[in-house]
Structure formats: C-alpha cells, structure tokens
DNA sequence: CGTGGACTAGACAACGTTGTCAACTCTGGG
DNA sequence: CCCAGAGTTGACAACGTTGTCTAGTCCACG
C-alpha cells in the first residue's frame, strides 16, 4: 500500500530539523521579509508571489516559530493562572471561564497549581513572568506578594481572585463570603435553631476568616450567644471535621444546626450525619455536584466560580488594553440555595 | 503613612521598561555574559564578581527572558494538554496528573479545551506546537491527525490518551473500556437480569464505541438476545438521555436494568430513576464524586483518569529523553465498584 | 518621453539570551 | 626571568522573527 509509506519527498525536512522562514524564502525564491508577509497576511504581496509562498511553505511543513516573535514583539497573548488545585470542582470552572476569556482575546492560558504552598506560588509565579505571560491570576496561597512588585511594574497585569493578594494593592475579584455566611446561618436561625455550630477551614485564610465572621454576626444579629465549644476552625481534613463535629453533637447541650464553610467539609458532613441518630441541619458554603440528590438534599450557599474567573480575565484583558485607574475591587454575590437539609427543625 | 508610597529607587525600572542582563551587566560593571553565568549557576565566577552581579539582578529586578532563552536553546520546558473540558470532573484529575509530572521534570504545563471540537483541538495543537512545546498530550476530539506529522517529525513528543489518534502512528494511553463494560454488565446478568439497556454516548467516539462494543459481548456471553429498542447510542444531553431511556423502560417488556456509557449520563439516569415507580438496576461506566452518598449508592466501573494522566506523561518525558522504538500503547484497567444500584434485583 | 505615485520586494538591524573562543591575570616551578 | 597552566572574563555570532528603510518596476498622466 503505497499511502501508508512515509511521505517520500521530505525536501529538507531531516528528523528534527524545523524549517524557518528563510528556508521557506529559499525554497520559494523569495525573500526572507517576503514570507513573513505571507505567513502574517500583511498587505503588499503580489498573488503569484504570495502562492509560490504558500507552496513552499506546505511542501516544507513550515510553522512559525513563536519563541522568536515573541522575542521581537514582547507580547506573548499568553496569560498566566495560579490556583490551588486544578482538580478541585470549586476552581476546575474558574479556570474555565479564564480561559474562554483568554481566547476570545487571542491568547493562551498556562496554568499551574500551588497546591496551597506560598513557595510553590511564587516559583509558579515568577516562572510564568519569566515567560513573559501577559497577565497573571492568581488564587493566593502567599500572604506576601511583594515578590511580583518588579513584575507588575514591568508591566504584567495581575488580578487576584477569592482571595485579597498579601502587602501589595491589586486588582481583585471576591465573593462576598462574609454576607453569604451570614445569611446561611440565618436561615438556619429563622427555622429555629439557637444552638449552631460552625466548621471551617484553617482561620489563616481570608475566605475562612470571612465566613466566620459572617457565622458570628449572623449569631449576633440574632442575640443568640456562641459557645466556643461549638466553633471549628481547624483544617479540612475529614478525620479532623468529624472529631470536630462530633464533640458538637455529643455533650448536654448539643448544636442542633452546623453551617459548613466549604464544599469538602459539606460533604464530610454528610457522611457523618447521614450515619448519626438525629437529624441534624446543614448549610454548606459552595455548591456541589449532586447535592441535590442526598437525602435530605443539601441547602447551600453557592458561590458563582465561572462568574468569578470572568470576571477576573476581563479586568486582566481590560488592563492588558490600557486601561488606568486604582486596584478594582469586584464583589461577587453568594445565592442560598434551599434544598432540604437547611429547613430541618431542631430536635428532629 | 510613609510606606504606602510606591518604591522611590526605582533604578532605571521605569514602568514598562524591563531590565536586561546587558543592564545588570552596566550596573554591577561586568560583562554581559559574566552576567548570563551568574543566573545560570556556571561555574568560573569570582565569589566577589557574582556577589556584586547578584546585588545589580536583585537592585534592578532582574527576570531573565525565557523567549530569548528558548530561542537561543531550542527547548522550552513546556509540554501542551488538550482536552475537552478541563471542567469535567473525568479529566481534571487527569489534567492535574500531568501537571505534577511535568513539574518533576522541570516543565510547565499549557493547556486548553477543544470542547469537542476538531478544528479547535487542531487550532490549538498548532498553537501550542508554534510556541514550541517540547511535547503534547491530546485527549482527541479530531478523527484525523494527519495535521501533525510535520510537527511530530521535528520533534515534538505526542502521546494520545483516552483515545487513539486517527491516521497516524502515536503513543497511546487508553483505559480497558470494552472489558470494563463488558464486567458492569455481566455483573448486572449475574444479578438476575435478562433485559439490559445501554445508555451511551455519541457513538462516533471511540471510548462510546467500545464501551457499547462490551454491552454486546457481555450479553453475548450470556446467550442473552439484544433488543435494539433497549440501545441508545445517542448523544448525552439530558433531553436526549431521559428521552431514550423513558422509552426501553415504558412498553411491555422494559428493560429491568440499564448500563450509562459514562459518568454525565449515570447522573441523568440516577434523576430518572429516583423520580420512577419501579427500581431499575444501574451501573454506569466512570465513578463520580458522592456516588455512594446517593440512594441506592450508584454502582460503577471505576476508571482512574490520574492514572491514565500520569502514563501518559510519563511516556511523553521518556520520549523526550530519548527513548526510542515503536508507538507505544498501554492499557489502564478499570474497577467494577458494587455499592448497590447494581445489585438490585429484576423486577424491584 | 519624462515624472510621480502605487505597488512590490528585499537588505539589514534588532529583540535578549547562550555557545564559542580568545585574551587576560595570576601563581608557582624551572 | 620565563613559561605552563589554571582561573576569570568578555567580544562576538547565532537563534528566527519583525520593523524600517531603500530600491526597483510598472503604469497613468502631463
């Protein structure tokens, strides 16, 4: 079968050697400027000219090499995105709608995780500068970003998303974790609980600081008193909510509601409720796949992460075409979602 | 307040300007490539020398520019992923996979979304490709990757997962999709059931076709007879899903048991079936998150997508360091998962 | 037939880095 | 006092592209 032979004609294309533009102007008897024209659709070649290009650029397999314009032109259209983890359901939708943006604008998206390590963030961060990505966003691991300040007056526009950026002023896109927790544990409060427990993530991070302040002042605006006992800002790790909970549950006077302040530690919560005796009620912070198909379904705070990531690449994108002015700081509305769990009465 | 003045030195860092090493070299004195070993680590420096060039990189906030870099060196530690959707909760741990190795390996990771569409997956290979990626891993959307022969003959490592390419030769990382379907639905014949459903995906797809391919052998192998009405092989929209699958389980003889072709149509299914008078059997191809919270818990043929990632770059990164010889193709098994959805009896 | 303008084309420098190579400064041994 | 050799250092070209500038060709018009 002559088709399956490899193509025979191969004019200098030996095994890892790549065509250039002056090979292309070689082979076509051209000039070198000539098939950067052709390659880049500027005006100014003549049709003949033009296909005789075209020609020897297919016969050659030419592609353009990036490195080097980049060189010359100092514009990648690529744009850098620096999160915690890739594969967690909360951002996978950031990252997504980051990258729509980015290629409605032309560019490319790199992204790497920090896996929640400040050291790691900032390697990822000063590596894709090194790469000169356009513009940076970045979900914050660090509590100091001064690192980028040489970057950012260099001119790599950088948004920082969930979370505020560390001892430098930025551009910076939040939920308004504070509000929504507040109006979770109020929910909870108008069906009747007085006793609510509260299970967070580590306090050091501003978004659980957030919604422990928003349990507090909902417990407030309340006149109900919090009992220390019933407050868990401690890691997200199942074996710790559980333990964590479970103190909560037990004892003389036991909450009769926990508001959950991420999605992880929702759903460690519905494991464990799920196998107790009583019925406990539920508001989880963050949204999840499915929620509405426990039993009972779970009520939740969402957050919008598409909305966010959009958000976030527009103001990068707008900054990226000049635009002046202070840091912006864009707030994201949370939505209660009531699915069930959240209604239960206490004492059920 | 003193310190929320912008920084006043600002040596030669006007906005904009970036510093090169010819500006280092001018600052600390020396010559430019005294300057280029310093930020290399090569040795053959005066501690004295690269102290006084260190103190000019960190007084000016000196980066080094990879473009040039990657010009001059012809690598980029960068390899591509083109996937359908780096949402799906199937190829973000598998995303996250790769990232991790290529970061062992020193590299970033650039990725982008074909959504299923060939000239996007095509689009974006070549971008990534004229950026000049040391190597590509594509979970397929395209049937024909004819596209990338030059590219692959100049060099580029190119591993396929999930699905093969079309019309070349490549490396290749698939998961045993036939033989896992063929067990979830032997599992559902051991269980009593004599009228199996499949519910799948587009059949133009390659994961879809052999998935459906082990429907038939399971039954088959049972001496089971397959009522066409009791195949949908149509697209996975949730219109589309409920609407076939309404049908096999209406009219005289419904079929007692269904097996989803992958996890967006399991999800489909479990809000068919929670809302339906009789209980159906269910097994679905791919798990999900919270599967076994659901009632029934959802039985499912597990694959390991991060798994799949890793192989994958791991072979990319052998072949970048110069292993030779044929494409490869490795197998990743899958895992049947009981939790009880599947082991329903007919006619519940 | 001369001239101006439109059109086409290519020579050349520059982008910021690294590899090559030559040159310089010491040191110590003969 | 000379020289070999080690230890430093920098000049220069090259990577592949694009911006600038000059020059040639052709046609219409006076």
Redesign the interface.
Known sequence: MVDTAP?ADAVG?R????PTMKDVAAHAGVGLKTVSRVVNGEAGVAQDTERRVREAIAAL?F??????R??RKGR?S?VGLILE?????FY??L??AV?EVARAHGA??????STEDPERERELA???????VDGLVIVPASRDHRYL???I???VATVFVDRPPGRIAADLVLSENREGARAGVAHLVAHGHRRIGFVGDRPHIHTAEERLAGYRAAMSDAGLPVDEAWVAPGATDPERVRRDAGRMLGGAEPVTAIFAGNNRVT?TL??LL?AAEHRTALVGFDD???AD???PPVTVVAQDPAAMGRRAAELLFARLAGAGGPPRRLSQPTRLVPRGSGELPPGG
């Open positions: 193509p294309t095994y890892g050697a790549r397999g592609r353009r090499n990036d490195s080097a980049v060189l990648t690529s983890d890739l594969a967690d359901p996978a939708p990252s997504r990258e490319l998206l790199i992204n790497g995780s000063l590596a894709l500068c090194a790469r000169r300040e040489p970057e007056s260099a001119g759903v519905v494991r799920a999840f796949e499915l198909l426990l039993s």
